[in-house]
């Protein structure tokens, strides 16, 4: 079945105790938040709108709440939040120098923040997603770009009830998975299929994809949040999901339309006396058989993170469990970030460790000057999302508890030093 197509054209809206390092200075940080520097560009459409130039006086600051962020290469990235529920979105092509509004027409609504792979997604600086739910009518609106948000077309897709992931392979070819709520005990899947970059859908599997019964009675429910999906070619994709409590991983192979649970995922007896579990979403490197999904195990609102890493796509499952400490609540979507099977960073009361065993060792890094200023002196504590583009270059986007304010910093060594963008 096509969904069908609305043909409007939205145009982008104007271990150890870590050593003090000695040669690092902490510099001056406002405690007003972010303050980006914006560029609008007197005319979009030939050129992408991140991309074309911009004089002195088409330049302005701007002081803003950022609730999420994705690089897309190693000086380019997006970040974005909400005012007034409407999204703000910004993309940078010269490392937060400066930074261009490629919003979507203020119509454009969200009752929360936007979450990249689940509302949001790009596959390149020029080519991206936007996901608009509206569960009241059980429809949601797919907005896409090709030319870097300087427009956006948009297609609806009825009958999506509440879209709880969203992955592209390529410019082309993608996936939205959608989950059915409103009946007790049965939470339907639906998936639905591109590729033609958006602009119609087809649905390529509907059923319930977790198994349900009597047994789901006193289940904890399976929210959008606790829902990830992820592809690493056109036929194998994978979900990882918070099933009756416990986290599950299932793949297709055939590019979405049948899904088999896997049994060498998830091992209860390596975690004792957990509340709760949390998952992140799928990894796999390059697009290749090698990936791995975090796990946390909350307990006395303290959350403590190990992993799980495959080297055959998903058939088997390797438990490695970190030597990191348990971290708050409020920091409990803080994960480590691997950028490979070997290599990752955590981060812990203002210090950066750093691993290249797979999480069995953490090497604390020298205690960034400006890194500590801003999350001890000036109480961004709040750890919201951490990446790294290359073992070099990295984002780091930190908050106040109250949600009232948060910084994006940045990287290019590895984590020793950071930088607010």
Request: charge should be negative; charged fraction near 20%; include cysteine.
């Amino acid at each position: 079945m096509i969904m069908t197509v609305a043909g409007m054209l939205l145009t982008a809206c104007s271990s150890k105790s870590p050593a003090v390092d000695p040669k690092d200075q902490a510099g001056e940080t406002s405690e007003e938040g972010q303050t980006l520097t914006v560029i609008n560009p007197d005319s979009v459409g030939s050129k992408t709108a991140a991309n074309s130039p911009a004089n002195e006086t088409q330049k302005y600051e701007i002081q803003t709440r950022l609730t999420d962020f994705q690089l897309l290469g190693d000086s380019t990235g997006l970040a974005w939040g909400t005012t007034r529920s409407e999204l703000r979105l910004y993309m940078t092509n010269d490392s937060g120098e400066t930074w261009t509004n490629i919003s979507p027409a203020t119509s454009v609504l969200f009752s929360s923040n936007p979450q990249y792979g689940k509302d949001i997604y790009f596959v390149s600086p020029t080519h991206g997603w936007i996901i608009r739910n509206f569960s009241e009518s059980g429809e949601a609106i797919v907005l896409r770009t090709i030319d870097g948000g300087a427009t956006w077309k948009m297609t609806s897709l009825p009958k999506a009830n509440e879209v709880a992931s969203v992955f592209f392979i390529n410019e082309d070819r993608g996936w939205i998975l959608s989950i059915d709520n409103s009946q007790k005990n049965d939470t339907t899947k639906t998936l639905y299929l591109t590729n033609n970059g958006g602009a119609s859908w087809i649905k390529v599997m509907s059923s319930p994809l977790f198994p349900t019964g009597p047994e789901a009675t006193n289940a904890t429910p399976i929210q959008s949040n606790s829902v990830s999906m992820t592809f690493s070619n056109e036929k194998l994709g994978y979900i990882s999901a918070i099933e009756f409590g416990h986290p599950e991983f299932y793949v297709t192979r055939n590019g979405g339309v049948s899904w088999n649970k896997s049994d060498q995922f998830f091992d209860m007896s390596k975690y004792k006396n957990c509340s709760s579990f949390l998952t992140g979403t799928p990894t796999f490197f390059n697009n290749s058989d090698i990936g791995w999904i975090p796990v946390g195990c909350s307990r006395d609102d303290a959350v403590k993170y190990n992993g799980y890493f495959t080297n055959d796509g998903g058939k088997t499952w390797a438990y490695a469990p970190f030597d990191i400490d348990w971290i708050t609540e409020t920091n409990k979507g803080a994960a480590p970030f691997f950028i490979n099977s070997l290599e990752g960073w955590n981060i812990r009361n203002g210090a950066v460790y750093h691993t290249t065993d797979q999480g069995k060792t953490w090497t604390a890094l020298p205690v960034n000057g400006k890194l500590h200023d801003v999350m001890t002196n000036l109480a961004y504590n709040q750890v919201v999302k951490l990446q790294f583009y290359t073992a070099k270059f990295g984002w780091l986007l930190v908050a106040k508890s109250d949600g009232k304010r948060s910084l994006l910093m940045q990287t290019t060594d590895g984590g020793r030093s950071w930088r607010v963008l």
